[in-house]
Structures are given as structure tokens and as C-alpha cells.
């Protein structure tokens, strides 16, 4: 008899599993998973671009993987790479036989694939799905993701935990958040506001070097910039771009999508923490890009302005289906296919640009690139 209940439970929960998972939600899933995979074939294409203060933290894993410590020279203990985790997360790799720029490039691409899991996993609280996948296919094309996802840097490793944090928060799954908070801030220390799930990570760095202050964030902050609104001026460049970047036609889509999307608590969150990000480096100054070349300061804004792009994006199709007030959900689709299509077309030109002129400033690693992306 209980074999009997037993069973019937399982068939009961296998049927209210497949009554979820209708051909809608199959598509969705699909085209989730083949936007991530477009996003895994770019940034394989458009090759690794070792820069910046990747150059630091490739150097500190290679000596721990080595056994040497946790040394940029042996024998000295400084710290000069402000980001921990992630400089032991490619020396752990580097440990099992992988080059460190080899692991440093894995680590960039597999982070940049599950942040837009993770993105998705958010939009889709308070975004139609249409919306989650235009919101995707931002996120997969914008160049200074995809170009700093191939830099070395921590950049896409800041950017998940970053969404994660703002997703368990949303969820109310206190606990892991708490976990997600002490690894962004791990990764760099801007996230500072969680430093009290640091402690351990604290009272190790005073111990062995001295100081839990980067050499390298203590050279940062010593550049003065005599111009007040220099920070200011430069946000707004930024998003108003038309000579690199291009992002002046989408910073009115992100501003219409953000408009009309659903107030949900992750939207409230996510919007909330890029307002407070944003003041902090406009009030201390230091978005000095393009002056100096620290972009990697703006790319956790481009998570959140790609969903407000793909609302826009969706916005357009629904208003297009709803001319004469009727609704009509194949002209919605027929109309988001081309403006994908656009999108695509303009930012493989711009990615094609980026990729010509980082080989030119700072050359590429060749053995990662493809060739369907020519200069």
C-alpha cells in the first residue's frame, strides 16, 4: 500500500512538472541557453587582451600555484593585487597544469556565461520573456563586456556575484547572500559597504603584508584629479557615446525599458545599488576613463543598463503589436526579429572595431582567436 501512495506521488509530481513545462517554456529555455552559447562564441572569437592590472594578479597566481606564497617577488610579502579571490581562484587552476592567462581567460569566459544566467534568472521576475532574451543578447554583444571578459581581469567574476548578491536578496535567501557579499568583496574591494563578512580575509591581509590595502588601489588613490566634476562629466560620455562605444542610441531605449518594466523587488534592488555605486565614484572622483583607462570601473553598470535595453527593445515590438488597439502577437514577434537583427549588425561592427584597436594598443593573444571576427 505505501509502495502504492509512493507511486502515486511521483506520477502526480512528474504530471504538475510537465504541465509547467509547456512548449513556451521549452522555447524559452532554448533560447536562453543559445544566447549564452552566442555569448561563449564572441568572446572566443574576439581573443583574449591581456591589460591593466591583470598583469599583477597573473603574476601573485603563478607564484602561489608555485608554492612561493602569496608573493608578487619571493620573499615579499605586498600586497599589490586587489582582487584576492580571484588571484587564488586562477592560481588553483594554474595548480592542475593550466597556463595562468589560459585559466585567467576560462575564468572570464565561463563568469561572463553564468552572469547571464544569473541576469536572466533576475529580469525574468519583473521582465516578458521577450524582454529577458533581448535583455540577454545586450548583454552577450555590448563590446566592453565582451572585450574586459577577455582582459584577464576580475571584471566578469565581479559582475556574477554582484547579480547573485541582488538575486538571493530579492529571493530573501538571507543567508547565501551573505556568502555572496563576502566574495564580491573579495573580488574588489569597492564593495567595501560588506565589510564586516570580511573579517577573516582582514585579519589575514594585516597579518602577512602589513596592511589590508592594496599597493596598487594606494597608487590609485594618490592621483589627484583638479577638475570636481570631472566623474560626472565623464558618466555622462560615457553613455552618450558615439565615436568607440556607440551607446547613445541605447541609452534612450535603457531609460524607456526601465520606465515601463514591472516594480519588482529585484528591479528596486538592482536600481537602488547602481544608484548608490554610481554616487560613490562621482562623490570620491574617480571615474577618471577615458583620461586614464580604468573602463572596468563602468562595466557592472552595463548588467542593468542591458535589461533596460532589452525592455526597451520589447517595448518597441508591444507597441508596434498593439497598433489600431489590437493586439496582434505575431507582428510582436516579426517586429522584435529585425530589431534584434539591427542591434546585431551595428555591434559586430563595433566589436570588430574594439577588437582592431586592442590589438593595436595592447596586442592579442592569438591562439584564442577565431577567424570569423577579421580586423
Given at each position: 500500500m505505501?509502495?502504492?501512495?509512493?507511486?502515486?506521488?511521483?506520477v502526480?509530481a512528474?504530471?504538475?512538472?510537465?504541465?509547467?513545462?509547456?512548449?513556451?517554456t521549452?522555447?524559452?529555455?532554448?533560447?536562453?541557453?543559445?544566447?549564452?552559447?552566442f555569448?561563449?562564441?564572441?568572446?572566443?572569437?574576439?581573443?583574449a587582451?591581456?591589460?591593466?592590472?591583470?598583469?599583477?594578479?597573473?603574476?601573485y597566481?603563478?607564484?602561489i600555484?608555485?608554492?612561493h606564497?602569496?608573493?608578487?617577488n619571493?620573499?615579499?610579502?605586498?600586497?599589490?593585487?586587489?582582487?584576492?579571490?580571484?588571484?587564488?581562484?586562477?592560481?588553483?587552476?594554474a595548480?592542475?597544469g593550466l597556463?595562468?592567462?589560459?585559466?585567467?581567460?576560462?575564468?572570464?569566459?565561463?563568469a561572463?556565461?553564468?552572469a547571464?544566467?544569473?541576469?536572466?534568472l533576475?529580469?525574468?521576475?519583473f521582465l516578458p520573456r521577450?524582454a529577458v532574451?533581448?535583455a540577454?543578447?545586450?548583454?552577450a554583444?555590448?563590446?566592453?563586456?565582451?572585450?574586459?571578459?577577455?582582459s584577464?581581469?576580475?571584471?566578469?567574476?565581479?559582475?556574477?556575484?554582484?547579480l547573485?548578491?541582488?538575486?538571493?536578496?530579492?529571493q530573501?535567501?538571507?543567508r547565501?547572500?551573505g556568502?555572496?557579499a563576502?566574495?564580491?568583496v573579495?573580488?574588489r574591494?569597492?564593495?567595501?559597504?560588506f565589510?564586516?563578512?570580511?573579517?577573516p580575509?582582514?585579519?589575514?591581509?594585516?597579518s602577512?603584508?602589513?596592511?589590508p590595502?592594496p599597493q596598487?588601489?594606494?597608487?590609485?588613490?594618490?592621483?589627484d584629479v583638479s577638475?570636481?566634476t570631472?566623474?560626472?562629466?565623464?558618466?555622462?560620455?560615457?553613455?552618450?557615446d558615439?565615436?568607440?562605444?556607440?551607446?547613445?542610441?541605447l541609452?534612450?531605449?535603457?531609460l524607456?525599458?526601465?520606465?515601463?518594466?514591472?516594480?519588482?523587488?529585484?528591479?528596486?534592488?538592482?536600481i537602488?545599488?547602481a544608484?548608490?555605486?554610481?554616487a560613490?565614484?562621482v562623490?570620491?572622483?574617480?571615474?577618471?576613463?577615458p583620461?586614464?583607462?580604468?573602463?572596468?570601473?563602468f562595466?557592472p553598470?552595463?548588467?542593468?543598463?542591458?535589461?533596460?535595453?532589452?525592455?526597451?527593445?520589447e517595448?518597441?515590438?508591444?507597441?508596434?503589436?498593439?497598433?489600431g488597439?489590437?493586439r496582434r502577437?505575431?507582428?510582436?514577434?516579426a517586429?522584435?526579429?529585425?530589431?534584434?537583427?539591427i542591434?546585431?549588425?551595428?555591434?559586430?561592427?563595433?566589436?570588430?572595431?574594439?577588437?582592431?584597436e586592442?590589438?593595436?594598443l595592447?596586442?592579442?593573444?592569438?591562439?584564442?582567436?577565431v577567424?570569423?571576427?577579421?580586423?
Open positions: 505505501a509502495k502504492l501512495q509512493k507511486d502515486g506521488q511521483l502526480r512528474r504530471s504538475a512538472l510537465l504541465d509547467r513545462l509547456d512548449w513556451r521549452v522555447v524559452f529555455a532554448t533560447s536562453v541557453a543559445g544566447a549564452v552559447g555569448a561563449i562564441a564572441v568572446r572566443l572569437a574576439f581573443g587582451h591581456i591589460r591593466e592590472d591583470a598583469y599583477i594578479t597573473l603574476r597566481a603563478k607564484h600555484a608555485a608554492g606564497g602569496f608573493v608578487f619571493t620573499g615579499e610579502h605586498v600586497l599589490g593585487t586587489t582582487t584576492p579571490l580571484y588571484a587564488l581562484l586562477v592560481a588553483g587552476l595548480a592542475l597556463a595562468p592567462v589560459t585559466a585567467a581567460v576560462a575564468v572570464g569566459i565561463i561572463d556565461a553564468a547571464m544566467v544569473v541576469l536572466g533576475l529580469a525574468a521576475r521577450m532574451l533581448s540577454l543578447l545586450v548583454y554583444a555590448l563590446s566592453p563586456i565582451v572585450s574586459w571578459a577577455l584577464g581581469m576580475e571584471t566578469p567574476l565581479y559582475v556574477l556575484l554582484i547573485s548578491a541582488v538575486l538571493t536578496y530579492a530573501g535567501r538571507m547565501l547572500l556568502l555572496c563576502a566574495l564580491v573579495l573580488t574591494p569597492d564593495a567595501l559597504v565589510a564586516i563578512v570580511m573579517l580575509w582582514l585579519a589575514f591581509a594585516s602577512y603584508f602589513g596592511s590595502i596598487s588601489m594606494v597608487a590609485k588613490l594618490q592621483r577638475d570636481p570631472l566623474s560626472l562629466r565623464n558618466l555622462v560620455w560615457y553613455f552618450s558615439t565615436e568607440n562605444r556607440w551607446f547613445l542610441p541609452t534612450p531605449l535603457f524607456f525599458g526601465i520606465l515601463r518594466s514591472k516594480r519588482d523587488r529585484a528591479l528596486v534592488v538592482l537602488a545599488w544608484f548608490a555605486y554610481v560613490a565614484f562623490i570620491s572622483n574617480r571615474l577618471v576613463f583620461i586614464i583607462p580604468f573602463e572596468w570601473y562595466l553598470l552595463l548588467a542593468p543598463y542591458s535589461i533596460g535595453i532589452g525592455a526597451g527593445m517595448g518597441i515590438a508591444a507597441a508596434a503589436a498593439s497598433v488597439r489590437t502577437p505575431w507582428l510582436r514577434t517586429v522584435a526579429i529585425p530589431v534584434a537583427g542591434f546585431l549588425l551595428g555591434y559586430v561592427g563595433v566589436l570588430r572595431y574594439q577588437h582592431s586592442l590589438g593595436r595592447v596586442g592579442v593573444e592569438k591562439r584564442y582567436t577567424s570569423w571576427l577579421p580586423e
